[in-house]
């Protein structure tokens, strides 16, 4: 199949679901304008005219397809603080009258993206969706998250497209997946692998033995990163998902595709530049065209740095599209953070030799 890459967007999440705060706080940086600035990129560099770019809508759903991921009464309380028109929602999240259409239409991004890839009508997608996903709970929203639009899309091809294959999802957002990891702890079909920032003097969670349970377990798999770590230390997690990935030989792969590890970035606290996006969507893409005939989903979850968002989506683009990056002259810097690759590989070392009980690969 030639070569074709979805990219769902929606003029909405361009102007919806704007935070009701006018001085930068923690809330205010989920806004429109990261996707706004991304559109605009886009028209700047006519990527709409690039024949291999397919522009996809989110699928319109029902109301009730939520419930497959979320408890009604959770639903309900969004739908009503939407309607009502302001409110806070558990840690950190805020509502808007908009918020409810908008977090459902996020939900719709994600499965078309990942709809239209099991169905081979493009060969990989992008979704540039807001509100992000990867912290909410069955229960409740979390960390600016509403609905968790990659679970949400999960158990809706499970349930309405009778899909049963087994799915990798890799988690790249700044900030561990706490609300994803959790649908699918027991899960064999489901592997969760998250790179995330990781405080290692108060500890945190997303911690290297929160391996799985039951059916799941040792499918679980967390690479967790002390602040600071560069374009050098990034990637060093694929020496251990690599293996993973060709013994488990999943169907597909979905990215929680998070920028919030970029060096400008206002909520994480790593120095990466788009060069560490453009390298793991190249070595993502060769290893889904190894394990499963390139199936590959990425769906946008958090990075808020409005400077570095269109670049960090044009790395991966290019990747996927199998031609050079151009990294911007700004992103050029010489950080005076020191080395962290000691420290990384120290994890990696630890999380290798636990992982060895599960998987033959690493033995
Ligand atoms: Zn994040």
Known sequence: MDQ???????????VKNYPPYQHPIFLSYENPLRIKLILEYFEKVNLWEDKRIIRLEPKLIEEGLLKLAHSKYYIDTVKRLSKFGSGILGEEVFITNDTFSLAKKAVGGAIEAIEKVIKKEVTQSIA???PPG????????????????????????????QYDKKIAIVDIDDHFGDGLVQYFYDDPDVLYFSIHEFDFI??????????????????????????????????????????ILKEYEPDLIIVAMGFDMYFDDP?????????????????????????????????????????????????????LLKKKYEQPLFEKINFSSESKM???????SKLEKLLRNYWNTLK
């Open 128 to 130: 540039l969706i807001r």
């Open 4 to 14: 074709k890459i979805g990219i769902v967007i929606d003029e909405d999440f361009a």
């Open 202 to 243: 108060e500890n945190d969670i997303g911690f290297i033995n929160e391996l799985g349970d039951g059916q799941g377990i040792g499918k679980s798999i967390n690479f967790p990163v002390p602040a600071g770590i560069t374009d050098n230390d990034f990637l060093v997690f694929l020496d251990i998902l690599e293996p």
């Open 267 to 319: 909520i994480g606290n790593c120095l990466l530049t788009s060069i560490s996006y453009n390298k793991f969507a190249e070595k993502i893409l060769t290893m889904a065209e190894e394990v499963c005939e390139g199936k590959l989903a990425f769906i946008l979850e958090g990075g808020y740095s409005l400077i570095g968002l269109p670049f960090c989506v044009q790395a991966v683009l290019s990747s």
């Open 134 to 161: 990867h912290h909410a709970l069955r229960e409740k929203g979390s960390g600016l998250c509403i609905f968790n639009n990659i679970a949400n899309a999960i158990f809706y091809l499970r349930k309405n497209v």
């Open 342 to 348: 000691e420290e990384v590989q120290q994890i990696k």
